[in-house]
């Protein structure tokens, strides 16, 4: 049978002390989510800059555990049965408060605060947007390690005979993530060469889209049917790229085939044309334009144009080719000279028989 040991008055009083000021930190902590955060938001938005509303938010919910580690710190003064002296759980209410902090500065480290851009306005250190989701998560490891290390110390644990371990084991690691670290410079040649940026489009032999993040494995790139492909860095870094994104001006260039019974005067008068409208046209690049008679084709006599469009978007890329074409065929349809297509022409010779060749033989005929 169980012993039933009696709980005192005093001992009950103790306990409901201590459940009372828990819940007391819990309505604190209601008051504080509801109605202090969003004034102090409020206010931070109308400082100059928007750091401290960042700030604001990325401790939003550590805060809010804050809370509730010091309600228990002050409810175990009133319970009866646990000390505040306690060593054990004294680490644990450290440790609590040391893992809030550095969950506030992993929020604050996100690549999709304002920190950077913060720093990219007010110094001279102009960082590249590539080099912001790569920093972000290089900070969050370091922030990650860092408050290991001290939760790790609070309960006496030897972290200098655990990175020794790790030294040990390096040789075998290395072999095992030969793939990862060649990833891990792969990405870091990325970013140093700096071949792309986010949000440029780029062509590589394995895809082609718009580039949306790089990590420390792997580039991520959006394609134009929507589709998310994840490149390996060490397989990116090795490959023709591409950047679209760079281009001062976007190239057309085409053979325009007409038929052979085409004048030479006509012909002269279609190139001349065709020039003067590329040289005169608003959206086309004047330094390089080419229009010139250029071959003798199997069926047709081939005008070639080479120039370059001002916009290098797509869209407004395509608007003012479809224009210039329709133009050129106005041109045309004026001169009277016709497309050619391809064609072939067959030539037929009918012999004729000869009446002087001698016929067969017939009976009775000397």
């Known amino acids: 049978m169980f012993d039933w040991i009696p709980i005192s008055y005093e001992t009950l009083i103790d306990i409901g002390i201590s459940i009372g000021v828990f819940l007391v930190f819990l309505i604190f902590r209601k008051i504080f989510a509801k109605y202090v955060f969003h004034l102090i938001l409020k206010i931070s938005k109308k400082t100059p800059t928007d750091f401290f509303s960042n700030v604001c938010l990325a401790f939003e919910h550590p805060i809010r555990w804050i809370f509730l580690i010091i309600g228990i710190y002050v409810a175990v003064g009133y319970f009866p049965y646990l000390e505040q002296s306690n060593e054990v759980f004294r680490q644990c209410i450290r440790s609590g408060i040391i893992a809030m902090i550095a969950w506030g500065l992993y929020n604050l480290s996100s690549s999709s605060s304002l920190l950077f851009t913060n720093i990219n306005e007010r110094t001279n250190i102009k960082i590249d947007p590539i080099l912001i989701p790569f920093l972000s998560k290089t900070i969050r490891f370091v922030i990650i390690a860092i408050s290991f290390s001290i939760i790790a110390q609070e309960f006496d644990y030897d972290v200098n005979g655990f990175v020794a371990g790790l030294g040990l084991g390096g040789l075998a ?99 001349k044309k065709v020039e003067e409208l590329l040289t005169n046209h608003p959206d086309v690049h004047p330094e390089t334009i080419f229009v010139h008679f250029d071959r003798y084709n199997d069926s047709s006599l081939d005008i070639f144009l080479y120039f370059f469009t001002n916009t290098t978007v797509w869209a407004e890329y395509l608007k003012i080719k479809e224009e210039i074409n329709f133009s050129i065929m106005e041109i045309l349809e004026d001169e009277g000279v016709s497309i050619a297509f391809p064609s072939r022409s067959l030539y037929f010779q009918k012999q004729e028989e000869d009446i002087s060749r001698p016929g067969p033989m017939l009976d009775g005929d000397n």
């Open 173 to 271: 690691f290395a072999l095992a993530a030969k793939d990862a670290i060649g990833n891990l410079f792969g990405g870091i040649i990325i970013i140093t060469e700096k071949p792309f940026s986010i949000g440029n489009w780029i062509k590589t032999p394995s895809v082609e889209g718009i580039v949306e993040d790089i990590n420390f494995r792997s580039t991520k790139i959006r394609t134009f049917d929507q589709a998310l492909v994840t490149v390996p860095n060490a397989t990116l870094a090795n490959e023709n790229i591409i950047n679209w994104s760079e281009m001062g001006k976007r190239r057309i260039t085409f053979h325009l085939g007409v038929t052979y019974d085409t004048p030479k005067s006509k012909l002269e008068s279609t190139v």
